[in-house]
């Protein structure tokens, strides 16, 4: 069942310093979950790209068919892949999950040891976020299940923050929010920004658990916090709920919202 969304696109976006390729079982549960509302949507071709440790970047997206789905389902379980991009032919879903490190990255680049010294120095003092996103035009009209496996998934992988919103546009994984965007805020040139910030304010909010002792501890959010539901997650974390349908959300409620959450906000 589908809502009538007007065109936009629902996502979910989740971020964590936590490494991504050794928490196979949990990245896979968020896979699947979001393959298979794809399939719900009656999404017709899918492609996938998987990146592998060591090996080339593939070049275009295969066919993902059950022979490629059981290539990914063993690559996240054993933990042999960075970066897994699934996404259709018509732009209307796309699944991110972005293992890679960037300082890694960098790493395996350089010769200079040095260097790579002082790379090494910035990876343990600002790590870089790992992001899983999920995005789906039109949105489902009934999103208990994503939210059931998102919520559970941010408490697996030590979450540092997400969020649950309606937007024209897909984001991708680790892309510019609209409020990062108006501010000129990209993760790059702060890694470990999402440690202690949120990325803006939507329907849904992913707090961390050091984003909850921010506000005062979570039984003051749950006092506090202009929403309508309130939801502790495993690990110490939040989640924030405006409204009970994502349609019904007002620019008052959000704006109420940013008020509350403004240390987070920066």
Same mark, same amino acid.
């Given at each position: ?130 992001? @899983? ?32 919103? @309606? ?38 909010? @992913? ?60």
């Amino acid at each position: 069942m589908l809502s009538d969304a007007g065109g936009a696109f629902f996502h979910v976006n989740l971020c964590t310093y936590r490494d991504l390729t050794t928490l196979g079982e949990t990245v896979l549960a968020f896979v699947e979950m979001a393959v298979a509302q794809a399939n719900q949507a009656g999404v017709r071709t899918l492609q996938v790209s998987l990146e592998r440790p060591g090996a080339r970047r593939p070049r275009t997206g295969r066919r993902f068919t059950p022979k490629a789905h059981d290539d990914v389902r063993q690559a996240i379980v054993s933990g042999a892949f960075t970066n897994l991009f699934v996404f259709s032919d018509d732009n209307t879903f796309s699944l991110t999950i972005r293992g890679a490190d960037a300082y890694s990255s960098m790493a395996a680049r350089i010769k200079n040891e040095l260097a790579l010294a002082r790379i090494r120095e910035a990876q343990v003092a600002r790590p870089s976020p790992r992001f @899983l996103n999920f995005a789906l035009n039109p949105p489902t009209a009934d999103p208990l299940e994503i939210l059931a496996v998102s919520r559970d998934v941010f408490g697996k992988i030590d979450g540092a923050c997400g969020f649950v919103t @309606l937007d024209p546009f897909q984001l991708i994984s680790g892309d510019q929010t609209g409020y990062e965007q108006a501010r000129l805020r990209h993760w790059s040139q702060a890694p470990d920004m999402f440690q202690s910030h949120v990325r803006g304010v939507f329907w849904g909010n @992913l707090l961390g658990p050091r984003h909850v002792a921010t506000l005062g501890g979570y039984a003051r959010v749950a006092a506090e916090a202009p929403c309508r539901s309130v939801e502790a997650i495993d690990g110490g974390g939040a989640y924030l709920q405006l409204t009970d349908r994502i349609s019904e959300v007002r620019s008052a409620q959000l704006d109420a919202l940013a008020v509350y959450l403004q240390p987070l906000l920066g």
